[in-house]
C-alpha cells in the first residue's frame, strides 16, 4: 500500500511539473500571437548585440523600465531637466537637436566636452550658425571678465569659443530638417518629446520631455545618433533601410510597454495610424502642424463609430488649406485653436486614457517622409493621465 502511495505521489508531482511548464509555455505563446514578435528577454546578452539591424526589426524585448518621468514646458523647466541629466553623464552626451541655444546646457555641454566625456550633437545646418554664436558669447562671458571689456578681444574670444565647437556639433547635410530633440546620457537614459532647448521652447511654447532609462530604447537611439553623426540623413536613411532594432518593449512592473520608431525609414505615420485604429473610447490631440489626410480620415471614421474625439492645434500652422483642421470641423470633431500666444509646439495623441504618443514627429508629409524624426509610443495608464492633465491646460479646461 505505501508503494502504491509512493508511485501515485510521484505522479502527482510530475503532473503539478508538465501543468505549470504548460501554462508558462502558452502564455508566452500567447504574447507572440497577440503581437506576432518574437519573445526576447533582456538577460540574454548575447542576443541583444546582433549587429545586423534588419534581423532583429521583429523581437519583442522585455527589460525592467521604471515608469518615465515626463514633464511640461513652461509649467516646469525642462531646461533644467536637461542641465540635471548633462551633469550626471560619466561617460557619454549624444544628442540629436533641431535648435539649441540655452545658455546654461551650452555651458553645461562644454565642461563635460572640457573634462573628457564623449560628447556629441548634430543640429538642423539652418539653426548652425545661430547655435555657433551662442556657444562662442556663453563662453566669451567668462572669458572676457579677466581679459577686459575691449570689444576687440571679445570678439576673438567669440570666434575662438565658435571654432570650438565643431569638435562636437555637427550639421546636417541634407535639404530637409533634421528635426529631432533627443539626448542619450551613458547609453542607457534617453530624453525626447517636442521640447528644442531654446529660450521659447524653455519658457514660451507648451512642450513635452520624457525621460526614461532603459539600455534597449537608448540603444535604438544610439543607432540612430551614429547615422546622423556619419552623415546619412532623411532620405538617404530610408535608402539603407535600417530599421529600429527594438521597436517594441514591455516592462512587467511596473505595467509598460514602449514602441519606438524613426521617419523616415520606420515609416512613422503608418505606427500612429496603428495605434489610433485600436482606439475603443476617445482620442484626444495637441499638435503643433497636421496635414496628413490618412490621419485625418481616419480620425473623421472613428468619429463616425462613436469614438470620441478631441483636439487642439497650433492656430499659425493650421490656418492654409493644407490643413485637416476644417476637415475634422466639418466632420463635426472637437477641435479648436490653442489659446498660446505664442506656440503649442506638442506632437501628441492620447488614445483611450491609456496610450500616448509624443516625439518630434509632426502628422505631415515631411514629418513622415523627408525629415529627420522620433516617435515614441508609452502603453500606460499613469503616463497617459499626466498628457491629459497638459491636454486640459492647454485647451483651456485647467489654468
Not at 524653455?202 to 556619419?230: G, H, M, P, R
Request: charge should be negative; include cysteine; proline fraction near 2%.
Amino acid at each position: 500500500m505505501r508503494v502504491l502511495k509512493g508511485i501515485f505521489a510521484k505522479f502527482l508531482f510530475l503532473l503539478i511539473i508538465v501543468g505549470v511548464l504548460y501554462f508558462l509555455k502558452s502564455n508566452v505563446g500567447g504574447i507572440n500571437n497577440i503581437t506576432g514578435l518574437t519573445v526576447f528577454n533582456n538577460d540574454n546578452q548575447d542576443n541583444a548585440s546582433g549587429e545586423n539591424v534588419n534581423e532583429t526589426v521583429d523581437k519583442l524585448v522585455y527589460e525592467n523600465i521604471s515608469l518615465p518621468n515626463v514633464y511640461f514646458c513652461p509649467r516646469y523647466n525642462c531646461s533644467g531637466v536637461m542641465v540635471d541629466l548633462i551633469n550626471s553623464a560619466d561617460e557619454s552626451v549624444h544628442c540629436a537637436l533641431f535648435d539649441l541655444d540655452l545658455y546654461e546646457i551650452i555651458g553645461a555641454l562644454d565642461i563635460k566636452y572640457n573634462n573628457g566625456i564623449d560628447v556629441k550633437i548634430v543640429v538642423d545646418n539652418d539653426n548652425y550658425k545661430e547655435i555657433k554664436k551662442s556657444y562662442g558669447k556663453e563662453l566669451g562671458l567668462g572669458m572676457s571678465e579677466n581679459n577686459g571689456n575691449n570689444e576687440e578681444n571679445k570678439n576673438n574670444e567669440n570666434k575662438t569659443n565658435e571654432n570650438k565647437i565643431d569638435g562636437f556639433i555637427k550639421q546636417d547635410n541634407s535639404n530637409q530638417l533634421s528635426h529631432n530633440k533627443f539626448c542619450v546620457v551613458d547609453g542607457k537614459i534617453v530624453a525626447t518629446g517636442s521640447f528644442n532647448p531654446t529660450f521659447n521652447d524653455n519658457n514660451k511654447n507648451n512642450n513635452n520631455l520624457a525621460v526614461i532609462t532603459s539600455a534597449y530604447l537608448s540603444e535604438n537611439y544610439e543607432d540612430e545618433f551614429d547615422e546622423l553623426w556619419n552623415g546619412y540623413f532623411g532620405k538617404g536613411k530610408k535608402e539603407k533601410q535600417n530599421k529600429v532594432k527594438y521597436p517594441k518593449l514591455i516592462s512587467a512592473e511596473p505595467n509598460l510597454s514602449v514602441e519606438n520608431y524613426f521617419c523616415p525609414e520606420d515609416n512613422c505615420e503608418e505606427h500612429v495610424l496603428d495605434v489610433l485604429n485600436q482606439a475603443n473610447k476617445s482620442i484626444r490631440f495637441m499638435l503643433f502642424s497636421f496635414t496628413s489626410d490618412a490621419i485625418g480620415d481616419l480620425l473623421t471614421e472613428k468619429q463616425s463609430q462613436g469614438i470620441k474625439i478631441i483636439g487642439v492645434v497650433e492656430k499659425k500652422q493650421n490656418t492654409n488649406k493644407y490643413s485637416e483642421y476644417f476637415k475634422l470641423t466639418d466632420a463635426g470633431i472637437d477641435i479648436e485653436y490653442d489659446a498660446n500666444p505664442y506656440n503649442l509646439h506638442h506632437k501628441v495623441f492620447i488614445i483611450d486614457d491609456e496610450i500616448v504618443i509624443t516625439g518630434s514627429y509632426n502628422p505631415t508629409n515631411a514629418g513622415d517622409n523627408k525629415n529627420d524624426e522620433n516617435i515614441i509610443i508609452l502603453h500606460n495608464k499613469q503616463v497617459a493621465e499626466k498628457f491629459i492633465e497638459e491636454f486640459l491646460v492647454v485647451s483651456g479646461d485647467v489654468s
